[in-house]
């Protein structure tokens, strides 16, 4: 009914800058929450970043003042700008979305496959 699909994954310096995107299609009405999420190897699934649908963010406090969560409304896609990337920033980054659907008016949370972003030297 709906797909989320990642990209700007990668290999990065410590230091350096990604920007993840996640475009939604299918059945959607409208957007509410979306946010991106953190899999490290050997631990939990952790939030990033969140943004409503009037922009109001939300970070976990380790990534504040260094990751910046931005969304296109008209493009059903959220950004993730990360900067003075850090070792332990390493992970599968999941994007997911809190969808209203058209036609039921259902609500779903949605899930992306995950980007993986590695920062190494």
């Known amino acids: 009914q709906v797909q989320l699909v990642e990209s700007g994954g990668g290999l990065v310096q410590p230091g350096g800058s990604l920007r993840l995107s996640c475009a939604a299609s299918?059945?959607?009405?409208?957007?509410?929450?979306m946010a991106w999420y953190r899999q490290a190897p050997g631990k939990e699934r952790d939030m990033v970043a969140g943004i409503t649908s009037s922009s109001t963010t939300n970070y976990a406090d380790s990534v504040t003042g260094r990751f910046t969560i931005t969304r296109d409304n008209a493009k059903n896609t959220v950004y993730l700008q990360m900067n003075s990337l850090k070792a332990e920033d390493t992970a599968v980054y999941y994007c997911r979305a809190d969808v209203r659907l058209k036609y039921n008016f259902r609500n779903l949370e949605v899930w992306g496959q995950g980007t993986l972003v590695t920062v190494s030297s």
């Open positions: 299918g059945r959607i009405f409208s957007i509410n929450y």
